[in-house]
Protein backbone atom coordinates (compact mmCIF):
# COMPACT_ATOMS: atom_id res chain seq x y z
CA UNK A 1 0.00 0.00 0.00
CA UNK A 2 0.83 3.68 -0.93
CA UNK A 3 0.37 6.42 1.89
CA UNK A 4 0.80 9.94 1.75
CA UNK A 5 1.56 11.79 5.45
CA UNK A 6 1.42 15.53 5.41
CA UNK A 7 3.11 17.76 8.02
CA UNK A 8 3.89 21.51 9.12
CA UNK A 9 0.68 22.79 9.86
CA UNK A 10 -0.03 25.14 12.41
CA UNK A 11 -1.51 28.81 13.47
CA UNK A 12 0.49 31.39 12.23
CA UNK A 13 0.31 35.50 12.29
CA UNK A 14 -0.38 37.33 8.99
CA UNK A 15 2.52 37.79 7.33
CA UNK A 16 4.37 34.85 8.24
CA UNK A 17 5.80 31.71 7.03
CA UNK A 18 5.39 27.72 7.03
CA UNK A 19 6.52 24.95 5.61
CA UNK A 20 4.33 21.97 4.72
CA UNK A 21 5.80 18.60 3.75
CA UNK A 22 4.39 15.33 2.35
CA UNK A 23 6.26 12.10 2.45
CA UNK A 24 5.03 9.43 0.25
CA UNK A 25 5.73 5.64 1.60
CA UNK A 26 5.02 2.25 0.41
CA UNK A 27 5.90 0.38 -2.05
CA UNK A 28 6.81 2.90 -4.75
CA UNK A 29 8.16 2.46 -8.19
CA UNK A 30 8.15 5.98 -9.74
CA UNK A 31 6.13 9.18 -8.47
CA UNK A 32 4.88 11.64 -11.71
CA UNK A 33 3.05 14.91 -10.27
CA UNK A 34 2.93 15.92 -6.24
CA UNK A 35 0.48 18.68 -5.77
CA UNK A 36 -0.87 20.57 -2.96
CA UNK A 37 -4.31 21.79 -2.86
CA UNK A 38 -6.34 23.23 -0.14
CA UNK A 39 -10.17 23.11 0.69
CA UNK A 40 -11.53 26.20 2.91
CA UNK A 41 -14.66 25.96 5.07
CA UNK A 42 -18.11 26.03 2.61
CA UNK A 43 -15.53 26.42 -0.09
CA UNK A 44 -14.54 23.41 -2.85
CA UNK A 45 -10.54 22.21 -2.94
CA UNK A 46 -8.68 24.29 -5.10
CA UNK A 47 -4.76 23.62 -6.42
CA UNK A 48 -2.32 25.22 -4.83
CA UNK A 49 0.45 24.37 -6.67
CA UNK A 50 2.01 21.14 -8.70
CA UNK A 51 5.29 19.98 -9.74
CA UNK A 52 6.02 16.90 -12.49
CA UNK A 53 8.73 14.52 -12.41
CA UNK A 54 10.75 16.97 -14.67
CA UNK A 55 10.99 19.71 -12.26
CA UNK A 56 8.24 22.26 -13.86
CA UNK A 57 5.48 23.94 -11.57
CA UNK A 58 2.43 25.35 -11.39
CA UNK A 59 0.44 27.95 -9.29
CA UNK A 60 -2.77 29.42 -8.08
CA UNK A 61 -2.73 33.11 -9.08
CA UNK A 62 -3.40 33.64 -5.37
CA UNK A 63 -0.10 32.16 -4.25
CA UNK A 64 2.34 33.26 -6.68
CA UNK A 65 5.16 34.99 -5.68
CA UNK A 66 4.80 33.96 -2.04
CA UNK A 67 4.59 29.54 -1.95
CA UNK A 68 6.81 27.65 -3.46
CA UNK A 69 6.28 23.96 -4.29
CA UNK A 70 9.57 21.71 -4.41
CA UNK A 71 10.32 17.96 -4.11
CA UNK A 72 13.13 15.79 -3.14
CA UNK A 73 12.35 12.58 -4.90
CA UNK A 74 15.76 10.53 -3.17
CA UNK A 75 12.73 10.68 -0.14
CA UNK A 76 9.86 10.94 -1.98
CA UNK A 77 8.58 13.95 -0.38
CA UNK A 78 6.98 17.35 -2.03
CA UNK A 79 7.28 20.92 0.13
CA UNK A 80 5.52 23.72 0.39
CA UNK A 81 6.97 26.91 1.45
CA UNK A 82 4.62 29.59 2.59
CA UNK A 83 5.76 32.95 3.09
CA UNK A 84 3.35 36.43 3.39
CA UNK A 85 0.68 33.90 4.36
CA UNK A 86 -3.10 35.67 4.53
CA UNK A 87 -5.91 35.30 6.33
CA UNK A 88 -7.36 33.68 3.32
CA UNK A 89 -4.66 31.03 3.24
CA UNK A 90 -6.48 29.96 6.38
CA UNK A 91 -7.69 26.49 4.97
CA UNK A 92 -7.15 22.19 5.70
CA UNK A 93 -4.12 21.49 2.89
CA UNK A 94 -3.72 17.90 1.55
CA UNK A 95 -0.66 16.60 -0.23
CA UNK A 96 -1.99 14.51 -3.95
CA UNK A 97 0.32 12.76 -6.00
CA UNK A 98 0.45 10.09 -8.88
CA UNK A 99 2.17 7.48 -7.95
CA UNK A 100 2.95 4.11 -9.96
CA UNK A 101 3.01 1.32 -7.71
CA UNK A 102 2.67 -2.42 -8.10
CA UNK A 103 1.01 -3.50 -11.01
CA UNK A 104 -0.60 0.43 -11.66
CA UNK A 105 -0.46 3.74 -11.55
CA UNK A 106 -3.00 5.84 -9.09
CA UNK A 107 -4.00 8.90 -7.54
CA UNK A 108 -3.31 9.18 -3.93
CA UNK A 109 -4.62 11.57 -1.17
CA UNK A 110 -3.16 12.75 2.02
CA UNK A 111 -5.47 13.52 5.34
CA UNK A 112 -4.58 16.80 5.45
CA UNK A 113 -3.06 19.29 7.31
CA UNK A 114 -4.85 22.59 9.07
CA UNK A 115 -2.94 25.78 8.05
CA UNK A 116 -4.86 28.71 10.27
CA UNK A 117 -3.77 32.67 9.56
CA UNK A 118 -5.05 34.55 12.45
CA UNK A 119 -3.75 37.13 14.22
Known amino acids: QVHLVESGGGLMQPGGSLRLSCAAS????????MSWYRQAPGKQRELVAA???????NYADSVKGRFTISRDNTKNTVYLQMNSLKPEDTAVYYC?????????????WGQGTQVTVSS
Open 96 to 108: NAEIRTVGYTANY
Open 26 to 33: GTIFSINH
Open 51 to 57: IRSGGST
